[in-house]
C-alpha cells in the first residue's frame, strides 16, 4: 500500500514538477522552443481541420468519429505539427549540442597530426564558422529532417499520382516570400549598428525616415503587381490558384459563374459576339432568363459585336435601353442580381457589400492581438476608437478594391472605352486584355488606403499566391522528380534563414513572422510581446542570449 500511495503522489505531483522543470529553463533552451512550436503548430492544423464540424452540418453527421480520425492524424510523427516541431526545434537542439561539443573539445588541435587528418580538418573548419553560419547549418539539417517527415505522408505521396500540386507547396512558397523579404529587409532597409554608430541622431532619423518610405512603396508595388496577377488568374486560369482562395474570390467577388465562363469562352473561342457562337448554346440566355430578362439578351448571334449606329439599331428591336453605341453583353446581365443597368449603382452596392463582410474578417485581426497581450485597453475610450478605425480603413482597403475593379470593368465595356472606339469589335473588350484586363490592373492602388506596415503584411500575403500564379501548372500537377526537389530545397532553405534571423537578426522580420518567431524562439518574456503586454515603448526585441553573439553580427536596428 505504501508503494502505491507513493506512486499515486508522484502522479499527483508530476505536472507540478515538470513546471518547476520547465521554469528553470532558459526560454530558448531546445525544449522549450519545442513546447511552443508543437502546441502552436498543433494549434493552426487542428483548428481549420475541425472547424467545418462546427460550421456544417454535413460534417456533423459524420459524427464523433471523424474528431478522433483528425486528431489521431494531426498527432501523428509525419503530421504538421510534429514535422515543423522538428525543423523549428530541431535546429536549436543540434546549435545547443554543437556548443556543448565545442566546449568540451576545444577549437583548437592538441597537436599538428592530428590537424592533418579529414576530420580534425573538419573540425577546425567547423570551429572557425561564425554563429550565424553555425546557426543556419544546424537549422538546414533539422529543416531536411522536417520536410522529409512532411513528403512521407500518404496524402504527399497520393497527389503525385492523381495529377495534383504538392499539399505543402502553399507552405514552402509562404516560407520562401517570408525569407526572401528578410534578405530584402537586410540589404536595403537595415543598416547594420556599424555603419550608424557615428552618424548624428538627426542624419539617422532622415535615414530612417527615407527607408520607411521606399519600403513602403515597394510593398505598395508588390502588391498591386501580385493582386494584378491573382485576379486575372480568377477570372481565366482559377486553376492556378488555391482552391480555397479560389473560392473566397468567388464569394467576395459576388458574379455569377455563367458569366465567368462566358468571358473564358471569349479566350478560348467558344463564346463570340463576332462569331455569334456560344457553346454550350444556353450558357448566358439562361442567366438572363433567371434575372427576368428575354433570353435574347444573352445571346450573342442576336448581340450587336460592335458599336455605332447598327449596333443602336439592334438594341432598340431587343427592347434594351441606356446602350447605344454600344456592343456585347448588356449592363443588366454582366452586374447579375445586385442592381439593374446602372454601372456607378452596381460599384457603389458591391463596395458597401464588401465592406460588411471586410468588417467581418478584420475586426478579429485587429481586436484578437489586443485580447491576447492587453485586453484592458478595450476598455479605454481611445483605444477602442483607434481599433475601430483601423477596422474601418482595412475594411475600407478591401471595399475599394472590389468597387474599384467593377467599375473598372464598367468603364472599359461600357462607360468610356467602348463608346469611344466603337469600330473595336466587344470580343475585345470582352476578351482577355479588355475590362477584365484593366479592372485587374486597376483593383490593387486601393492598397494605399492601408497604413504603411499593413501594406507590407498585405504584400507578403499575396506574394506566394502570386508566385504560384505564374509556375506552370502542367509541371506543378507532374509529379516529377524536379518539381519535388525543388520544393524540398525551396523548404529547406527558407526555413533555415527564417530560424537564422531569428536569431541573430529578428529585426529582418516583420508582421507575421516577427511575431511567431520571436514567440516560438525567445518565449512569451522577449521584448517584443513582453513590450506588447505591457503597452510600452521599450526597446526592440532584444538578440536571444544564446548562442553568443560576435562582432558584426549583432547589429541591431
Known amino acids: 500500500m505504501d508503494a502505491f500511495s507513493d506512486l499515486r503522489r508522484r502522479l499527483r505531483d508530476a505536472p507540478h514538477d515538470l513546471g518547476d522543470f520547465l521554469h528553470t529553463l532558459p526560454d530558448d533552451h531546445p525544449l522549450q522552443i519545442a513546447l511552443r512550436t508543437y502546441s502552436l503548430a498543433l494549434s493552426l492544423a487542428l483548428g481549420p481541420a475541425l472547424l467545418p464540424l462546427v460550421t456544417s452540418r454535413k460534417a456533423r453527421a459524420q459524427g464523433f468519429g471523424r474528431v478522433l480520425q483528425i486528431v489521431r492524424r494531426e498527432l501523428g510523427l509525419t503530421a504538421f505539427a510534429s514535422a515543423i516541431t522538428v525543423g523549428v526545434a530541431g535546429g536549436a537542439a543540434i546549435r545547443h549540442l554543437w556548443e556543448t561539443?565545442?566546449?568540451?573539445?576545444?577549437?583548437?588541435?592538441?597537436?599538428?597530426?592530428?590537424?592533418?587528418?579529414?576530420?580534425?580538418?573538419?573540425?577546425?573548419?567547423?570551429?572557425?564558422?561564425?554563429?550565424?553560419?553555425?546557426?543556419?547549418?544546424?537549422?538546414?539539417?533539422?529543416?531536411?529532417?522536417?520536410?522529409?517527415?512532411?513528403?512521407?505522408?500518404?496524402?504527399?505521396?497520393?497527389?503525385?499520382?492523381?495529377?495534383?500540386?504538392?499539399?505543402?507547396?502553399?507552405?514552402?512558397?509562404?516560407?520562401?516570400?517570408?525569407?526572401?523579404?528578410?534578405?530584402?529587409?537586410?540589404?536595403?532597409?537595415?543598416?547594420?549598428?556599424?555603419?550608424?554608430r557615428d552618424l548624428p541622431d538627426a542624419v539617422k532619423q532622415k535615414e530612417r525616415a527615407t527607408r520607411n518610405k521606399w519600403s513602403t512603396r515597394l510593398d505598395a508595388l508588390v502588391f498591386w503587381a501580385c493582386s494584378a496577377r491573382i485576379m486575372w488568374c480568377f477570372f481565366y486560369e482559377p486553376e492556378r490558384l488555391p482552391r480555397s482562395y479560389n473560392k473566397w474570390i468567388m464569394t467576395l467577388a459576388n458574379i455569377d459563374p455563367r458569366v465567368l465562363a462566358a468571358l473564358r469562352g471569349i479566350r478560348t473561342g467558344t463564346f463570340s459576339y463576332k462569331r455569334g457562337i456560344s457553346i454550350p448554346p444556353d450558357l448566358v440566355t439562361s442567366l438572363s432568363q433567371d434575372l427576368g430578362y428575354p433570353a435574347s439578351w444573352g445571346d450573342p448571334a442576336l448581340l450587336p459585336a460592335y458599336g455605332g449606329l447598327q449596333a443602336n439599331a439592334t438594341w432598340k428591336a431587343l427592347g434594351v435601353s441606356g446602350r447605344s453605341g454600344r456592343g456585347g453583353l448588356p449592363c443588366e446581365i454582366v452586374h447579375g442580381d445586385v442592381t439593374g443597368g446602372s454601372c456607378t449603382a452596381n460599384a457603389v452596392i458591391?463596395?458597401?457589400?464588401?465592406?460588411?463582410?471586410?468588417?467581418?474578417?478584420?475586426?478579429?485581426?485587429?481586436?484578437?492581438?489586443?485580447?491576447?497581450?492587453?485586453?484592458?485597453?478595450?476598455?479605454?475610450?481611445?483605444?477602442?476608437?483607434?481599433?475601430?478605425?483601423?477596422?474601418?480603413?482595412?475594411?475600407?482597403?478591401?471595399?475599394?478594391?472590389?468597387?474599384?475593379?467593377?467599375?473598372?470593368v464598367c468603364c472599359t465595356r461600357t462607360l468610356v472605352l467602348a463608346r469611344l472606339f466603337p469600330w473595336i469589335p466587344h470580343d475585345f473588350w470582352d476578351g482577355p486584355f479588355g475590362c477584365t484586363f484593366v479592372g485587374s490592373l486597376v483593383c490593387g492602388a486601393s492598397i494605399w488606403i492601408e497604413r504603411g506596415r499593413r501594406r507590407g503584411e498585405m504584400a507578403l500575403y499575396v506574394l506566394p499566391r502570386a508566385i504560384r500564379a505564374c509556375l506552370p501548372a502542367e509541371w506543378l500537377k507532374s509529379g516529377r522528380a524536379s518539381v519535388r526537389w525543388a520544393e524540398r530545397l525551396m523548404f529547406i532553405l527558407s526555413l533555415s534563414t527564417l530560424l537564422t534571423a531569428a536569431i541573430h537578426r529578428p529585426d529582418t522580420l516583420r508582421g507575421l513572422s516577427r511575431w511567431t518567431l520571436t514567440f516560438v524562439m525567445n518565449g512569451p518574456n522577449a521584448g517584443f510581446w513582453k513590450r506588447k503586454r505591457l503597452d510600452t515603448n521599450a526597446p526592440p526585441t532584444p538578440r536571444a542570449p544564446s548562442p553568443p553573439k560576435e562582432g558584426g553580427d549583432t547589429t541591431k536596428e
Not at 597537436?111 to 573548419?125: F, H, I, N, T, Y
Not at 517527415?149 to 499520382?161: N, Q
Not at 475601430?388 to 475600407?396: E, F, I
Open 101 to 196: 561539443w565545442a566546449e568540451n573539445e576545444g577549437t583548437s588541435c592538441e597537436s599538428a597530426g592530428e590537424c592533418q587528418d579529414a576530420l580534425g580538418k573538419v573540425r577546425a573548419w567547423l570551429a572557425s564558422l561564425k554563429d550565424p553560419h553555425k546557426t543556419f547549418l544546424s537549422n538546414v539539417i533539422s529543416s531536411t529532417l522536417a520536410v522529409a517527415l512532411l513528403h512521407s505522408r500518404r496524402k504527399h505521396a497520393r497527389s503525385a499520382g492523381v495529377g495534383r500540386p504538392s499539399p505543402t507547396l502553399d507552405l514552402s512558397l509562404l516560407f520562401l516570400v517570408r525569407a526572401l523579404d528578410s534578405l530584402v529587409q537586410l540589404a536595403l532597409f537595415k543598416p547594420s549598428e556599424a555603419s550608424q
Open 350 to 408: 458591391r463596395g458597401a457589400q464588401a465592406f460588411a463582410e471586410a468588417v467581418a474578417i478584420y475586426l478579429p485581426v485587429h481586436v484578437l492581438p489586443i485580447l491576447a497581450t492587453r485586453p484592458r485597453k478595450l476598455l479605454q475610450v481611445p483605444r477602442l476608437i483607434a481599433t475601430l478605425l483601423s477596422v474601418a480603413r482595412s475594411a475600407s482597403f478591401l471595399s475599394a478594391f472590389v468597387a474599384s475593379i467593377w467599375f473598372a
